[in-house]
């Protein structure tokens, strides 16, 4: 199946089921130096998330920075790509529930590549991304425990900015959002959070956002994103936008 999204002067195109999808979802690129390329990889996850529906919303937050030239892959083999190098942000928005992970190859390759100076974004249930490879949790700094309670019933919270002078977290503040307020995240790597929210359930705070170095790269994690609405937010959308740019070493814009 193919479609293409036309959204104002931001179009992409995702290829069909199977397949590898390239999609530059910018017009053009900035100045020589002032862009970078984000490669978004999505295709199989929790069957209550739909990442048919939500990796374009995502792709289209991202693009809206017109310097981030953005391709979304539906297959997580190709984290195992030589090509992935040539990308300076990759995406994960994937979890591999009830198939195996990419494997050994997919997994020393971005471990190289992030390592290598490259920017890693995960989003939402990318905390899970990999379950059988306890060295993700390096990688992502917090990972998905199921022997923790999930997250807090579906609804409305606040995020709450602990790091307004990050980078990341440029031109956002306090805001609502819908979406699942995980509660699920273990690992001992350090990390600097960014924002947090207060569960309903336990009256305790957890990060919504959180950043670490790994090698010469720089890795932003985010909880946020279970559903299209959850992407409505405005400042989801700058967070994981100025996430990219960041990522890619390059100033977030105003």
Same mark, same amino acid.
């Given at each position: 199946?193919?479609?293409?999204? /036309? ?19 910018? *017009?053009?690129?900035?100045?020589? +130096? ?25 792709? #289209? ?5 017109? !310097?981030? #030239? ?13 090509? $992935? ?6 995406? $994960? ?9 990419? +494997? ?14 490259? +920017? $890693? ?12 490879? &306890? *060295? ?12 923790? !309670? ?16 990050? &980078? ?16 699920? $995240?273990?690992? *001992? ?13 336990? %009256? ?10 790994? +090698?010469? %790269? ?7 994103? /279970? ?7 405005? %400042? ?19």
């Amino acid at each position: 199946m193919r479609y293409v999204i /036309h959204l104002g002067i931001v179009c992409f195109l995702l290829a069909g089921c199977g397949a590898k999808q390239k999609t530059d979802v910018a *017009e053009g690129k900035a100045a020589k +130096g002032q862009s970078a390329k984000v490669l978004i990889v999505t295709g199989v996850d929790y069957p209550g998330h739909k990442w048919k529906l939500t990796a374009p919303v995502l792709a #289209e937050a991202i693009a809206a920075d017109k !310097r981030l #030239e953005v391709t979304v892959t539906e297959e997580p083999n190709d984290l195992a790509s030589d090509e $992935l190098g040539d990308y300076d942000v990759i995406v $994960l928005h994937f979890m591999d529930w009830e198939v195996p992970d990419p +494997g050994p190859a997919a997994r020393a390759n971005l471990k190289r590549v992030v390592a290598s100076g490259k +920017g $890693l974004v995960l989003v939402h249930f990318a905390c899970g991304a990999f379950q059988e490879w &306890p *060295e993700f949790v390096e990688l992502a700094g917090r990972v998905w425990d199921p022997k923790l !309670r999930g997250h807090d019933p579906h609804g409305k919270f606040t995020v709450k900015i602990t790091d307004a002078q990050h &980078p990341v977290m440029k031109g956002i503040s306090e805001f609502e959002t819908v979406d699942e307020l995980y509660t699920c $995240l273990a690992g *001992e790597t350090p990390i600097k959070v960014l924002a947090t929210a207060r569960s309903r359930v336990d %009256g305790k705070d957890y990060p919504m956002a959180f950043v670490l170095d790994y +090698g010469k %790269g720089r890795v932003m994690h985010s909880v946020l994103g /279970h559903d299209v609405q959850a992407f409505a937010s405005l %400042g989801v959308k700058r967070l994981f936008r100025n996430a990219c740019a960041w990522g890619a070493g390059l100033a977030p814009l105003e």
